[in-house]
Each structure stands twice: as structure tokens, then as C-alpha cells.
């Protein structure tokens, strides 16, 4: 799903071509987008976009916003949801067919501050609460961040770049860092997530951000299996569960180690590579300079 980097430059683009403007319609495309039953997303036509009636998008993972021309026609396919303001329309559309986007509409802070999960801020946060945050429950480093209830904005791409930076592996338990590695972690969540939202703003200009991906070029190891890492020329590993996956540099982030694959490991059993040299020799891809 979308992360703290495209999010904001999202937010950014919509508080230029939304803020104190009057939105004239809402279209619904499908209607089980429409989660909430009162109030009514027909109560929120005719009003200016403040106020305390609010339309809650979550996006998951395959959905995008667009800005189209005044009442543009919705895909029969993608599009789900169109807002109409009188220079545009906010379109709401979602890749694939599992429907998992979805639109809230709640009345008042008390039932807007129920669909946020929770998690810390890293950017703001001081280090006292990142620690408590880290260490409030016990999993590994990769899933702790990814996890909205402790950390806000991150997920599959993020985590990956962030634990490259910071030198850890994913697999390392959020409760057996030392005071130095806590530090790394904080450090590298605020760089990446700093410099990839500057990296995004430059990208999309004056226009509304139409690339939203977890794939970028640029990134260290995120997307680039078998592909070198960038800081020390080894093949970049990776570990597919469900519909997520983990990237990670051996070199830099394992001591060497290769990290089993539950479902390759499985099949390879004894012939799973347990280091570099072992994955070198199979020709599996290890690359040095």
C-alpha cells in the first residue's frame, strides 16, 4: 500500500486542488467500497472539505487517487469512487480484482481518531517513544515496522530500505537490540523516510502523482533480487511470503547468512545455501566489485 513518502506528496497535491473548496457530488462506482451506514456519503455533497463530516480512504494495497477533468466518467473496471469539485474530479480506482479499498464516512473527531490505527510517527517521535514502540511487543524487526499499530507509514518497500540503512537484519527480534542499534533503526527510519519524500516531491512537481509504486529506481534492495547491493556489490536476497516480500543484502545486513525461504527451503531441504560461499558456488547470483 501506499507509504509515508507517496502519502504525503498525496496529501500535498490534494490540500492545492481541494482546500476550502465545495465538493458537488460523490459517486459511488461499486458499491462495496461504501463500508460505513451512517451517515450518508450524499450528506457530505454541497459542503466545503473542512468541517467535522469526513470521507476516510483507505487505499490497502492496489489502490491509487487521480485527478481528472470535472466530472470524469468512472472506469467500469478500476474506478470506484469519484469526488466532483468544480475544476476537477478525485478519482479512487483499485488494480486487480480482490476489492480491499475501501470508504468510511464518520461524523466528528472521536469517530475519525477510530480508523487510525495507532502507530508512532517517526518523524516526530523522540526516542523514548520509538523504543516503546519497538519493544512493545516481541517480533521481528521487519514485522514490527510494518505494523500500523506501532509504527505509522511504513510497510513492505520502506522497511526493507530502512533496515538496509540501519545495517540489521529482518529477522532480528525487536526486543535484543542494544542502545547503538535502537539508535541505527531510528536514525535510518527518519533519513529514508525523509529523503524518499523529497525524492517524490521533486518527482511530481506541479502535477498530481500518477507513480505511485513500491518499486522504485533508486532503491538499495527493495525490488532488486539478484540485483548487487548498491554498498557492497553482493547479490540482494529474498524471502516471498504471501503477498509481501523481504529484501535484504547478506553481506551488509546477515553476517553472510542466507535466510531461509520457507517455501524454497522447503524444497531444497540439505541443498539450501547457508552463506555466501555456499550461494556462490550453486551460481545463484552472488555478485561482488
Known amino acids: 500500500m501506499p507509504e ?11 490540500e492545492e486542488r481541494i482546500a476550502g473548496r465545495v465538493l458537488e457530488m460523490v459517486r459511488i462506482g461499486v458499491p462495496f467500497v461504501l463500508r460505513s451506514v451512517a451517515p450518508p456519503p450524499e450528506r457530505a455533497a454541497g459542503r466545503r472539505v473542512e468541517g467535522d463530516l469526513f470521507l476516510v480512504l483507505h487505499l490497502m494495497i492496489a489502490g ?6 470535472p466530472k470524469a466518467k468512472l472506469n467500469r473496471r478500476s474506478g470506484l469512487l469519484a469526488l466532483d469539485f468544480d475544476e476537477g474530479t478525485l478519482v479512487m480506482t483499485e488494480a486487480g480484482s480482490r476489492r480491499r479499498a475501501s470508504l468510511h464516512v464518520v461524523e466528528g473527531e472521536a ?47 520502506y522497511s526493507d530500505e530502512i533496515l538496509h540503512r540501519a545495517r540489521l537484519s529482518p529477522f ?16 535510518a527510519c527518519r533519513d529514508v523516510l525523509k529523503e524518499w519524500t523529497g525524492r517524490l516531491r521533486q518527482e511530481r512537481g506541479t502535477g498530481f502523482p500518477e507513480k ?45 547468512r542466507i535466510l531461509a525461504d520457507r517455501a524454497l527451503s522447503r524444497l531444497l531441504h540439505d541443498d539450501w545455501p547457508s552463506g555466501l560461499d555456499e550461494l556462490d558456488a550453486r551460481g545463484l547470483g552472488v555478485k561482488m566489485r
Open 4 to 14: 509515508l513518502p507517496d502519502i504525503t506528496v498525496y496529501i500535498e497535491a490534494l
Open 64 to 69: 491509487r487517487l487521480h485527478w481528472m477533468k
Open 111 to 157: 469517530a475519525l481518531a477510530q480508523h487510525d490505527p495507532g502507530g508512532v510517527d517517526v518523524l516526530r517521535a523522540d526516542a523514548a517513544a520509538f523504543g516503546a514502540a519497538l519493544r512493545r511487543e516481541r517480533h521481528t524487526l521487519k514485522r514490527a515496522l510494518t505494523d500500523p499499530r506501532l509504527f505509522s507509514g511504513i510497510g513492505n518497500a
Open 172 to 187: 532480528r527480534m525487536s526486543d535484543a537490540l542494544d542502545t547503538d542499534e535502537e539508535a541505527r533503526l531510528r536514525r
Open 212 to 256: 505511485v509504486t513500491a518499486f522504485r529506481e533508486g532503491m538499495a534492495v527493495h525490488g532488486r533480487f539478484r540485483k548487487p547491493c548498491p554498498d557492497c556489490g553482493t547479490s540482494v536476497q529474498r524471502i516471498v511470503r504471501a503477498e509481501s516480500e523481504c529484501n535484504y543484502c547478506p553481506r551488509c545486513q546477515t553476517e553472510g
